[in-house]
């Protein structure tokens, strides 16, 4: 089993930062793909940004060029560093990770325009 828990939601400005770290414990030998998921009210989840061990990542195109994706390998975390924030972003940001090919997915952390 893999326990993932998202941190770093908030209230931001548009044009604001956040960056958003999810940290995975338990069994985590196996574990291939770390990645972040949307879902703003009324619509569906959404993938945001995917990173692949071995280094390729895969990120929406209404997200590229503003967000990152990294991870910790040593830290069993994966991190969303997001820029130039847009009131569209507000959602709710899952993180989820593949092993062996089961999905893991943590409870969400929300992200919300101020503005």
């Known amino acids: 089993q893999v326990q993932l828990m998202e941190s770093g939601g908030g209230l931001v400005q548009a044009g604001g930062s956040l960056r958003l770290s999810c940290a995975a414990s338990?069994?985590?030998?196996?574990?291939?793909?770390m990645g972040w998921y949307r879902q703003a009210p009324g619509k569906q989840r959404e993938l945001v940004a995917v990173?692949?061990?071995?280094?390729?990542?895969n990120y929406a195109d209404s997200v590229k060029g503003r967000f990152t994706i990294s991870r910790d390998n040593a830290k069993n975390t994966v991190y969303l560093q997001m820029n130039s924030l847009k009131p569209e972003d507000t959602a709710v940001y899952y993180c989820?990770?593949?092993?062996?090919?089961?999905?893991?997915w943590g409870k969400g952390t929300l992200v919300t325009d101020s503005s």
């Open positions: 989820k990770v593949m092993k062996y090919g089961k999905d893991y």
């Open positions: 990173s692949i061990t071995g280094g390729s990542t």
């Open positions: 338990g069994t985590i030998f196996g574990v291939n793909t």
